[in-house]
Each structure stands twice: as C-alpha cells, then as structure tokens.
C-alpha cells in the first residue's frame, strides 16, 4: 500500500513506529517497471509484524536524551487457521532548535525547542478459508504533533499528522501453478499546520491491485493491473486536485541452469502526464557455487508532486517528470557467513527535479527540470565472521553530478558508507557502528560547501532471562557538530535505554 503525500511527495517515516516494524527491504535502483511512478530511486517497503506462533503478549518502554520516552506493547500470534496482531506505540520528545547558524531565520528569530509526540497502532487480521485460499485486513493509523521554527519568536509553530492506511486482500491458489492476489484498500495524509493560522493539506490515495504470479516452463510470469487515484484537498487552491495513474504490468523469471533472467514490463497512464512505458532487463550467470556475476539495464519516470506543479506563486507547472536510464554491473561472493559484492551504477536522469533560487542569494525558490543528471559510482558491500566478531560494512563512491555544468548535485556526497561490529558476550551483545560522510553542497553552484562528518554509535543489550531485555544505545559518541541540511541542526550526543519484554516461543 502507498503511503504518503501527493502535496510534498514525500512520506512521513518518522511517525511509523519502529517497535511496530517486523522488517524493511530496500530494493534500490529505478523500479518504475515494478511499482510505477516514485520508484525512479528505488523502493523502501516496510512490513508491519504479523502474529506467529502461540499467541504471546510484547511490552517495551524507554527514556532517554532530550526528555525523550517510549512507550509500546502488544499481542498477537496464531489460533487454529487464525493469525493476528495488534501493536500501539506511544513516543515523545522535547527535541532540539532546528535552526543553525547559516539559516536565514537564526537570529533573533524562534530559537525554542522543537518537540514531538506520536502515537500510533498497527493491526493485521489473516484467515486461512481453505487449503490455497487466504483473506485478510491489515490497518495502519498514526497521529502526531511536530513543533517547528518559524519566522516568529513569539508564535509556537507546529503541525497535527495523521497517516493512515487500511486494506482487504484475497489470496487465491487458483491451481497448483496459479497464484492470485486481490487487494483493495486506502492510504492518507492529512496535515493541519499551526503558523500562526491553520492550513489544511489533506491526501487521499484509493488503490487496486491484482497480480497473478503464473507458472510458465522453467520459470514463473508475473501478469497484474493496478489502480490509484490521488486526491489533495484542504486550504490551499490548488488548480488541479486529482489525478488517477491506470497501470498493467508483466514479467517473467527463470533459471537455465546456470543461467538466470529477469524481464519486466510496465504502462501507466496517468491523466496529468500520458501514459509512460517502463521496463527491465537482467541477466545473471552463477560461475560457481560462490561466484556469481550480473548485469541489468532498465528505465524509470517520477511525476511532479502537486506542490512542485501548483503551489500558488511558488509551483510550476510547466515542469516535466523525471525520466531515468540505469545499467548495473555487478560480482557477488557467498559463503556461509562471508558475503560480499560490487556494484557498479550508471544512471541518467533527464528533467530532474530540483529547487532552485529565483535569483542568486534569495530566499525564494522555485522547482525547475535540471535538463540532465548524471550519477554513477560502485557501491562495495560485505559481511564476516571473525574471531568471534560480527562485521558488516558498505561504500559507495559515486559522481552525482549536473550533466550540462559538472557541478555536484545539491545534498549529494561523492562517498557515504558504514562499518558494523558486534559480538555477543554471554548474555551480553555489544556492537558499534562508524557512519561517514563525504562533503557536500548546499547549491548548484557548489558555493555553499557542508562538510563531510563521521558518527560513532554504539549499543548494548543483556537478557535478564528468556523473556526480558535491558537495551542501550548511545548516539553520536563523540558529540560530533555535523549538518544533513544547510542552516539546521542535527543532535549532538544521545542516549537511550529500554526495557524489553517478549515471552520465548
């Protein structure tokens, strides 16, 4: 399910609770040829928990740095042909100032802490009918309350977020080569904000899927149409307020022996934009038992947000979507605990959308179509075992450059990476983390440099027993000053600590 704001094409990660998240899978590289407009960069899909086993109840709470307190329990697991959950989260935070020296509302300008509060609850309901034959419910809903600093040291500003999203699907074996998947449902964003006045920007998003995952000769074909209309409404007049994306999608998947091939293909029409074809190409070659080497090439698209198009005196409509061209080569390493990869990236972004002053040194800025981006790199990736260690790390050293000036594109390091390390102790786990950063810039005319940085994390756990867990974990351990955005602050040292119950299975 979509979730997210079609006004600022973003989506509010922050509010979904991680006490409430089973796992999340990254598929990175355009994948429009698989989930249509926004997936030009990749896809982040976030799975809720889901009840297994003997039903069992979850409880966990925290405190830490900046007044900060968690809260959130549960109960789910499985009764005859019956699985369930239902998990709620409670968090808060007096927060930080956002403003920092270079952000033209610093001085003398709203210098108060900027906190939060979320509270959120998941449910996930799945009957089995009968052998083959799956139905199920899964809801999502958060609300929150965001502080921010404004132009105003006499006004409190914040906003009120509410996400939501809820589904009803079938899963249907329709033969022993058939696999089908209905899913109807609805995702929303709908924020008031408070600066002084209230303003209202409300998404509504109604989605349809239905994909058959179809036995075909050595391999399996994926065949499915999907339907979203996205609907903006509340204080602001935008001149277009709904749009509906129509799409069908294909594929097929196989392995020849040593041989595997990944082909996709994928249409939407979408009554803003017309109707755009995507597709994929992949092809990997198992050398050895070991050893294993690929290659792919695909295209993707991103249509403008409605802000981006229509925000009064600050939108543009004459914008085009972003339009994508990626090839990958890649060598993969796997051996029990040890793997490794190397990826190579070359992907070409025409009409990449990008904010822009209206003029050198204004405050005022304005979406514009930058006519060529280019980002290549090689991204390298492994994972060991090692005299009792657990080591984890990834690179990436890329070139995300403006194809027509040279210059870097805004917020984009050459290299960015991390290193893990952990090992367990008894009934201790320990580990530390190493985030490093290359420098960036703040503007296209790579004027306005952001230096590169290097966070220490580490963590801590004990079991009590076979059902409680005392959790630690101290952020930025040397109190490194560093900035992901020009002229706002990020924490400096943080420490948190939790309790942790889950009966064993």
């Known amino acids: 399910m979509r979730l997210g704001s079609a006004t600022t094409g973003a989506t509010a990660l922050e509010n979904i609770a991680l006490d409430q998240i089973e796992r999340i899978e990254i598929l990175r590289g355009p994948a429009s040829h698989l989930y249509g407009s926004d997936a030009i960069g990749g896809v982040i899909q976030i799975f809720t928990k889901s009840g297994q086993g003997a039903p069992r109840a979850n409880f966990s709470a925290g405190f830490g740095r900046f007044n900060t307190r968690s809260l959130s329990g549960g109960y789910g697991g499985e ?21 920092a020296p270079g952000n033209p509302g610093y001085v003398n300008q709203n210098q108060d802490k900027d906190g939060h509060r979320n509270a959120s609850l998941t449910l996930k309901l799945a009957q089995a009918v009968t052998a083959g034959q799956k139905i199920g419910v899964d809801g999502f809903v958060s609300s929150s309350r965001g502080h921010y600093d404004g132009w105003d040291s006499t006004v409190d500003y914040y906003h009120d977020q509410t996400l939501s999203s809820f589904d009803l699907y079938s899963k249907n074996r329709i033969s022993d080569r058939w696999h089908s998947l209905v899913r109807v449902g609805t995702g929303a964003d709908h924020l008031d904000d408070y600066s002084p006045g209230k303003a209202v ?23 499915g149409v999907e339907r979203v209309k996205q609907k903006v409404g509340g204080t602001t007049a935008y001149s277009v307020a709904s749009r509906t994306i129509q799409s069908w999608f294909g594929g097929y998947r196989a392995r020849l022996g040593k041989h595997d091939i990944h082909l996709n293909l994928r249409n939407d029409d979408n009554t803003q934009f017309g109707s755009h074809s995507t597709g994929y190409l992949g092809y990997g070659y198992q050398m050895s038992p070991r050893w294993r080497v690929g290659a792919s090439a695909g295209n993707a698209f991103k249509a403008p947000s409605f802000n981006d198009l229509y925000w009064p005196a600050l939108g543009n409509p004459d914008l085009h979507p972003e339009r994508a061209r990626n090839k990958e080569a890649s060598l993969h390493y796997d051996s029990g605990v040890d793997h490794f990869s190397a990826v190579y990236f070359d992907n070409q972004v025409s009409d990449l959308i990008a904010w822009a002053p209206i003029a050198p040194d204004s405050y005022t800025w304005l979406p514009a179509n930058v006519d060529r981006a280019s980002l290549r790199g090689v991204t390298l990736s492994g994972a060991t075992v090692a005299g009792g260690f657990q080591i984890d790390a990834n690179l990436t050293l890329q070139n995300p450059k403006d194809a027509v000036t040279g210059k870097l594109l805004i917020n984009r390091a050459k290299e960015h990476g991390t290193l893990k390390i952990g090992r367990s102790v008894g009934n201790w786990n320990v580990g530390g983390e190493l985030i490093v950063s290359g420098e960036r810039y703040a503007d296209a005319g790579n004027t306005l440099k952001m230096a590169g940085y290097g966070l220490v994390n580490l963590t801590a756990s004990r079991a009590l027993d076979k059902d409680w867990t005392l959790q630690a974990r ?15 602050n990020t924490p400096g040292l943080n420490v948190f600590a939790s309790v942790r119950y889950r009966p064993a299975k």
């Open 79 to 99: 009764v005859g042909d019956t699985r369930f959950s239902l998990q709620a989260s409670q968090i808060e935070s007096d927060g930080i100032s956002a403003y």
């Open 201 to 223: 920007f409300n998404t509504d998003q109604n989605q349809l899927l239905w994909q058959n995952d179809i036995v075909a000769g050595p391999g399996t074909a994926i065949l």
């Open 474 to 488: 101290i952020d930025n351990l040397f109190d490194k000053s560093y900035a992901l955005a020009r002229g706002f």
